[in-house]
């Protein structure tokens, strides 16, 4: 079912400093989560990372088929890369989806950057009227097909459409909730904001979610990433950081 982070804040931090080096990390949470509510048991079919450099409208990614464990050149890589803005995304595949980089989050275009930790429940019937709103070229070029790669071709779909960030999220994650209930549709959003800010969305659907405020930001995670002061995010919920201090958490 996944493990995914998110992270923005007022100066950079090191990809280690979340990813990496905490007691319970993404690293960590890749071969021994906590809480995968009957998800399986280890994130070990690909990871990935995608991050803003330094300069304005940059993002860059960095994604593998195989355990984050066994890539020591990423493990050096998270020490000496450091960004206000990030996410990053362990996989557990879903029976009968591929395992591929193109399938491993998180995707990007742009300086967008999405994940998605869950499975959309009858997949790819499910989703079959949803799709229908992507052109033939849409469809043709996503990147895996899988279920996580058409929710970001539909939340991409609204963001070109003008809608915002938040806006964009809650509707793919209702309106595929209505189409295959019972789906786990944990979705995490980096994007940028009017003045170019990074604005980071996350959603709550039967599946864990926390968050944390500190000096270095706000950092959202599907577990926590060590014994601090974290707060879980409720079920159905819809959580927003919009100036990296400011969190707001909504019904969807």
Known sequence: MCRHLGHVGPRPVTLAS???????????????????????????????????????????????????????????????????????????????????????????????????????????????????????????????????????ALVRRRLDAGKDPADAVADVVTRTLAAAPGSRLNLLLLTTGPAGEPVLVATAVDHALSWRSDADGVTVASEPLDAGDWTPVDDLRLLVVRDTATVEVTAL
Request: glycine content about 12%.
């Open 18 to 152: 979340r990813v990496t080096e905490p007691p319970h990390s993404l690293l960590v949470q890749s071969y021994a989560p906590a809480d995968m509510r009957g998800g399986g048991t280890v994130n070990a079919d690909g990871f990935g990372v995608g991050w803003y450099g330094a300069g304005p409208g940059t993002a860059h990614s960095y994604r593998q088929p195989v355990p984050m464990w066994t890539d020591a050149s990423f493990l050096d890589l998270a020490t000496a890369v450091s960004s206000t803005a990030f996410v990053a995304a362990a996989r557990s595949a879903t029976v009968g989806m591929p395992v591929s980089t193109g399938a491993c989050a998180p995707f990007r275009d742009g300086t967008r950057v999405f994940s998605h930790n869950g499975v959309v429940r009858g997949w790819p019937g499910s989703l079959r009227d949803l799709a229908a709103e992507l052109d033939p070229e849409t469809l043709m070029t996503l990147e895996a097909p899988t279920d996580s790669a058409v929710l970001w």
